[in-house]
């Protein structure tokens, strides 16, 4: 690990930062609008059947509870994310970044896109590929 909390991040590493960014984001209470928040918004006027004296699962609200350590873990992630985004130059690759970051699913991303959810894959391991240089290229100014 470098100065600064800087460190050389695996391609793994930063494809499981990409696939987990939404979810770090919500835990730490910072608002993401959901891609799908149209879809489930108003369940109620959907004209969905409701069984009586059932609850209702979209209307609690589930606060988690992180520690100090797990909410630095995961902004340093966030921030690496954030900072990496510079990697991705092609117009393509920033909107499938995009909607993977927001929470999307690679099957929805790839009816969206008209692509192979294979594509879209490819696209998502590339760009953490070269994420994963920077932070190799980061590493070393730091240590020369």
Do not use: C
Not at 56 to 73: L, N
Not at 77 to 95: G, L, P, Y
Not at 105 to 115: G, P, V
Request: proline content about 2%.
């Amino acid at each position: 690990m470098g100065k600064q909390g800087q460190r050389f991040y695996e391609t793994t590493e930063v494809l499981e930062f990409i696939d987990r960014y939404y979810r770090m984001k919500k835990a730490l209470g910072i608002t993401v609008e959901s891609p799908y928040g149209h879809l489930t918004a108003d369940y109620d006027n959907l004209g969905m059947p409701r069984g009586s004296n059932i609850s209702d699962p979209t209307g609690k609200h589930v606060e988690f509870i992180i520690s100090e350590r797990m909410a630095r873990d995961y902004r340093s992630k966030i921030a690496f994310i954030d900072n990496s985004e510079q990697a991705v130059t092609k117009e393509r690759e920033k909107i499938v970044l995009h909607w993977k970051l927001s929470g999307m699913k690679t099957k929805h991303i790839a009816e969206l896109e008209d692509i192979t959810e294979r594509h879209v894959r490819r696209i998502i391991n590339d760009i953490a590929q070269r994420m994963s240089e920077m932070s190799v290229m980061s590493e070393m100014s730091v240590v020369s």
